[in-house]
């Protein structure tokens, strides 16, 4: 009996499953090994900046005011009602204009007492002189008196001592007579005594009444100047910068009533320099300030030895006359000039760029068709520049606008 046999065909079947298994891992592997098409990104969008070599200037920027160099503070020397403004801000003013004027019942009222006192003081002084001089004159009548009786007495007892030899008179008269002529002669001298001193204390008790009145007449004189105050003067020639009160208001002593600022007008800028960019400030550093309207040169004359709210104050004065329209507390941008570093490796500086910090920046490749991140040490920075201490050569050509939305890549492409 014959039996049939299979034909071959599984073999043919098993090669075929082999070779599709291959080309499958093939292309497997192929598509893990392919690398993500890199983002594109807008040339148009981006702008670049080429490393060089050579003089690299510092500089710190900062905001700021224009301020005047002197400014005269009128504040108020007593309390008032502010009765009347004269001139607002903006007027010119001269040193006897007055701005406003006070008024206070109080003082009024002091200034007249203080008047009072004086003049009571002034009719004492005239009634003391009076006083004294009268009894001067009676003490020298009274002494006169007295030396005329004492002669007279002395004369009498020199007759009685001649009659006595005589027997014409008794000896009682006689001591009598003697004893009336000593006693005139010590009372004399008392009363002279007595005038001496009299005369010497006249000068005395008046000059202390002067002296009470000087000081009375000093105080008369400080109530009027607070009674005087009270009308505001400019005191000088200048611009009338602020009034800060309005009529109707009270001013407390010390309260500012107005500022002036003397004319010709010179100004400075007053800039707020970054904490962290401070710390090579120095005295006479040039400055260059953009008031809107132009430049203008100037130096450091003041640096602010305190940090506030992360910013130290530097005052700049201006070199020469300020661009047309600068006034005060016009808001203006200043930018110091710290030092020229000389063949350094510069470049425009990166948003991302930190002093003395690393860093990653993207570098053009492939004729700045793409763009590479490459790591990079950032040096000391400027205001636009920041010196390349390393990974990045002359003339490589880097983006310096922001990139952080691309943190995930390491290419991109340029279009």
Do not use: C
Not at 269 to 281: F, G, H, S
Not at 293 to 310: E, Y
Not at 363 to 377: F, P, T
């Amino acid at each position: 009996m014959d039996i049939v046999r299979d034909q071959p065909r599984s073999k043919k079947k098993i090669i075929l499953g082999v070779a599709g298994v291959a080309v499958l891992v093939t292309v497997s592997v192929a598509l893990v090994r392919l690398k993500p098409a890199s983002p594109t990104v807008e040339r148009g969008t981006i702008y670049f900046d080429s490393v060089v070599r050579g003089e690299m200037l510092r500089e710190v920027r900062g905001p700021g005011t224009l301020v005047p160099e002197d400014i005269r503070w009128i504040t108020a020397v007593t309390p008032g009602r502010i009765e009347k403004i004269h001139h607002l801000a903006g007027v010119t003013v001269e040193p006897g204009t007055i701005l406003m004027e006070l008024t206070n019942p109080d003082v009024q009222i002091q200034t007249l007492n203080a008047d009072r006192q004086l003049t009571d003081a002034k009719a004492a002084l005239v009634q003391l002189k009076t006083s004294l001089e009268s009894n001067r004159l009676n003490q020298a009548s009274l002494v006169t008196q007295l030396r005329q009786e004492a002669a007279d007495a002395k004369r009498r007892a020199e007759a009685g001592a001649e009659l006595l030899k005589k027997n014409l008179i008794v000896p009682l008269d006689q001591q009598q007579a003697e004893e009336r002529a000593a006693s005139l002669v010590e009372r004399l001298k008392l009363e002279e005594r007595r005038l001496e001193v009299l005369s010497n204390t006249i000068g005395d008790q008046i000059r202390v009444q002067e002296q009470q009145i000087e000081r009375l007449s000093s105080i008369a004189d400080f109530q009027h100047g607070l009674a005087g105050s009270m009308v505001v003067r400019a005191g000088t020639r200048g611009i009338l910068q602020e009034v800060p009160f309005q009529a109707g208001q009270y001013a407390l002593p010390g309260a500012t009533l107005a500022k002036v600022v003397p004319l010709p007008i010179r100004l400075k800028a007053v800039l707020r320099i970054p904490e962290t960019q401070a710390k090579d400030l120095a005295i006479g550093q040039k400055a260059t300030i953009d008031t809107r309207n132009g430049l203008a040169p100037g130096r450091i004359i003041r640096i602010d030895p305190a940090s506030i709210n992360g910013t130290v104050t530097v005052d700049v004065i201006l070199d020469g006359a300020p661009p047309n329209g600068s006034r005060p507390d016009l808001s203006v941008d200043g930018v110091i000039e710290l030092e020229r570093l000389q063949g350094v490796l510069h470049v425009g500086r990166p948003t991302i760029a930190q002093q003395n910090s690393p860093g990653t920046v993207f570098k053009l490749v492939e004729g700045g068709s793409h763009a590479e991140r490459v790591q990079v040490k950032f040096g000391r920075t400027s205001v636009s520049r920041v010196e390349i201490v390393g990974g990045l050569n002359p003339g490589d050509i880097i983006i310096m606008s922001d990139m952080s939305q691309w943190d995930n890549v390491d290419r991109v492409r340029i279009k």
